[in-house]
C-alpha cells in the first residue's frame, strides 16, 4: 500500500533522513518507534509532502503511484490521512465545525459522517459546542483523529497520537487503533510509547539517526530485551 524506498530528506544542510525505506501494507498497524530527534516526524512529513523538509532521494509511493512531488492537499485526496503531533486544531472553533470544515461535497463522498463520527468518539459528541481551546488533552486527540477520518483516508499516519495522554486515555486511542484496524484500514503509528507500540502494533521498524536501524513482527521485538534497550534505551 504505502512504500518507503531510500528516502533522505534534509533541513537545509542538515541531513536528517538516510536512506529509508519501509512499507505499510493494508490491514496493518506498523509502528514508527525511535528516540527523540530521531527523524520520526520528518519521516511523516515527507511522505506527505510537507516542507520543510525537503527529499533529496528516494520514492514515495502509495497504490504504486509515486508520491514525490505532490503537494499535501493532492496526497490526502489520494486517501492518506494525517494525525500530526502537538494535535493542531483550531481555538476558536466547535468540535461539530471542526468535522465539517471540509466541503459539502468531500463530506458527501466520506463515509465518516458526523454522527457516525460521534458514535466512535461518545466523548466528542458530548461535547459537540466545545471550542477547540476548552477541550482536555484527549479530547483534541480525538478529535484530531476525527478530523482525519473525515478526508475518508484508507491509510493513516499518527503521530505520537499518545503523547501526553493519560493512561485511561492511551487504551481509548489504542481501542479505536484496533477498531479502525478492523475496518480495513493502514495506520502508520509513530509512538514514543513502546508499551502503547506493542499492545496494537503488528510489526514495528526502529529509527536511529535517520536510518531504519530494526524491522520485525512486534511478537519478535516483545521478546527482544537488547535491541529495545540499545535503540529505545527501556
Ligand atoms: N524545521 C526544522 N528545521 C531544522 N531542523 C529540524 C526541523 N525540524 C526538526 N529538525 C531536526 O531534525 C531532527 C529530527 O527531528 P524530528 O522532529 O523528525 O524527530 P522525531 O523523531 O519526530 O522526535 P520526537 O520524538 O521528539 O518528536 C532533529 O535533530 C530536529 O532538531
Ligand atoms: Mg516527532
Avoid: C
Avoid at 72 to 80: F, G, K, L, T
Avoid at 109 to 115: D, E, I, L, P, T
Avoid at 123 to 148: D, I, K, N, P, Y
Avoid at 168 to 186: F, I, P, S, W
Amino acid at each position: 500500500m504505502l512504500e518507503i524506498t531510500n528516502l533522505h530528506a534534509a533541513y537545509g544542510d542538515a541531513q536528517v533522513l538516510r536512506g529509508v525505506s519501509m512499507r505499510v501494507d493494508k490491514g496493518r498497524i506498523v509502528a514508527l518507534l525511535g528516540r527523540n530527534g530521531m527523524g520520526k516526524t520528518t519521516l511523516i512529513r515527507s511522505v506527505m509532502g510537507m516542507t520543510p523538509p525537503h527529499v533529496r532521494q528516494g520514492s514515495v509511493t502509495f497504490q504504486g503511484q509515486e508520491l514525490r512531488g505532490l503537494r499535501p492537499h493532492e496526497i490526502a485526496q489520494r486517501h492518506i490521512g494525517l494525525v500530526p503531533q502537538g494535535r493542531r486544531l483550531f481555538a476558536s472553533l466547535t468540535v461539530t465545525e471542526h468535522l465539517t470544515m471540509l466541503g459539502r461535497a468531500a463530506r458527501h463522498r466520506s463515509q465518516w459522517s458526523v454522527a457516525r463520527l460521534f458514535e466512535l468518539f461518545p466523548r466528542l459528541g458530548e461535547r459537540r459546542q466545545h471550542r477547540g481551546h476548552q477541550l482536555s488533552g484527549g479530547e483534541r486527540q480525538m478529535l484530531a483523529v476525527a478530523r482525519a477520518l473525515t478526508q475518508n483516508p484508507e491509510l493513516l499516519l499518527m503521530d505520537e497520537p499518545s503523547e501526553g495522554l493519560a493512561p485511561v486515555m492511551v487504551q481509548h486511542l489504542e481501542r479505536t487503533v484496533l477498531e479502525l484496524r478492523q475496518l480495513g484500514y493502514a495506520i502508520l503509528l509513530v509512538e514514543q510509547n513502546l508499551y502503547s507500540a506493542l499492545a496494537v502494533a503488528d510489526e514495528a521498524y526502529i529509527l536511529e539517526t535517520g536510518s531504519i536501524v530494526h524491522h520485525a513482527p512486534v511478537d519478535a521485538l516483545r521478546h527482544d530485551r537488547p535491541t529495545m534497550h540499545r535503540f529505545l534505551g527501556v
